[in-house]
């Protein structure tokens, strides 16, 4: 199925720089933007469907790097069925697992944490709530489980792993884990600050982390309880390439200082935006564009970092050929605009005003999923779809 969308405003392909697209035009074919350039060069005959943009801008689908998946869209954790499916309402086009923590009654023995993985990991793999594509299968660190172990997951495609649940009686002992879990080619994500579920460690501070050495600082600016403003630089100025995640669900002032100290030292590829949810907090479909308007008005980031932090450096840290909007990638992105009322000519002047942009479309896996976001504010400017404005959800 191809599709052309034409006439694109103000773009970002998702890198740091918030670079735009080379033409106002892209065409996505067999789940793939196979083609990037000037809407005058496009023959509409050529393509099934044609999104008239008309001047709204273009971005990459969003990848949330916290979402606590369990089987199934369903979170036994608030009870909700369909919370995937809502999320690409959200613009959210892939998920990444948090670790299966909430599943009922999970196992805690080496044998059950990986069977639990590798069970969620298969059980995404053909399964596309709404179109989006969910990395899940993230092996709980427990206790017992040895190189050999993580080499066997590796084998068999659970590529994530997650600390910060398992019956440690300190921090210290999650090092030689992450060591060996790395070393079998997973990537290793890490509960920091205080502790946010009754059986866990109480805290998990800069010392643990810089010992540990993770791939992600998960929920850097606490989730919930975050880290001490000391042990915050010392994350950004000593912790190599540890990625810095910052969540909806954590602290909004330690964001603001992470960031700060992210720019101060030129770190700023190392940050992440992500929900951290369904958890207490609940299950909020727009919270990754709710954490980007507050950090961009409140001045923590640019626009084009906070675009960057939720698609171009996810890819990047966790090895996805997603996060970009070039030709061969996948074919994930979402026309947005600024909403009704705002203070903002566009997406960019909504988000340095503190609104949530709209989403007027999204494509996913090079399908045109819907139009008219249920869950953003209205976009300014709707597109069309073959020259007709498309209906509410189509």
């Not at 773009?11 to 065409?27: K, M, Q």
Request: hydrophobic residues 40%; contains cysteine.
């Amino acid at each position: 199925m191809s599709i052309a969308i034409v006439s694109i405003g103000r773009s970002h392909t998702g890198d740091l720089a918030g670079t735009p697209l080379a033409g106002d035009a892209i065409v996505c074919d067999a789940g793939q933007i196979s083609w990037i350039g000037p809407s005058s060069d496009v023959n509409r005959d050529e393509h099934e469907t044609i999104v008239d943009a008309r001047g709204a801008g273009v971005v990459p689908g969003l990848i949330d790097s916290h979402v606590h998946t369990t089987f199934g869209d369903f979170t036994p954790r608030q009870q909700t069925v369909g919370f995937l499916e809502s999320y690409t309402h959200g613009g959210v086009t892939r998920a990444l697992s948090a670790s299966e923590v909430h599943v009922p009654g999970r196992p805690t023995d080496p044998e059950g944490v990986k069977a639990l993985a590798i069970a969620a990991q298969r059980s995404f793999e053909h399964f596309h709530p709404g179109g989006m594509t969910v990395h899940a299968g993230s092996v709980i660190l427990e206790p017992g489980l040895t190189a050999e172990d993580f080499r066997f997951l590796r084998e068999q495609g659970v590529w994530l792993a997650k600390g910060g649940f398992g019956a440690f009686s300190s921090p210290m002992g999650y090092v030689p884990l992450v060591r060996d879990a790395r070393a079998a080619g997973i990537v290793v994500t890490m509960h920091t600050g205080g502790g946010s579920i009754p059986g866990t460690l109480e805290r998990i501070d800069a010392d643990a982390l810089l010992a540990m050495n993770p791939n992600v600082s998960f929920h850097a600016n606490g989730g919930p309880t975050a880290m001490s403003k000391e042990d915050n630089k010392r994350l950004v100025v000593e912790g190599g390439d540890i990625a810095l995640q910052l969540v909806m669900a954590g602290n909004l002032r330690s964001s603001l200082d992470i960031c700060r100290l992210a720019r101060d030292h030129d770190q700023e590829a190392r940050l992440l935006i992500a929900s951290d949810t369904p958890t207490g907090t609940g299950v909020v479909p727009l919270a990754l564009l709710h954490l980007m308007a507050e950090l961009v008005s409140l001045g923590g980031l640019k626009w084009q970092q906070a675009i960057a932090a939720t698609t171009g450096n996810v890819g990047t840290v966790y090895g996805l050929d997603a996060g970009r909007l070039e030709v061969g990638r996948p074919a994930d992105l979402l026309v947005v605009d600024a909403p009704l009322g705002s203070a903002g000519e566009d997406w960019v002047g909504a988000l340095e005003a503190g609104d949530v942009p709209g989403i007027s479309a999204a494509i996913i896996g090079g399908v045109l999923r819907y139009t008219r976001s249920r869950n953003t504010p209205t976009a300014r400017r709707q597109v069309l779809v073959n020259g007709l404005e498309a209906p509410t959800g189509h």
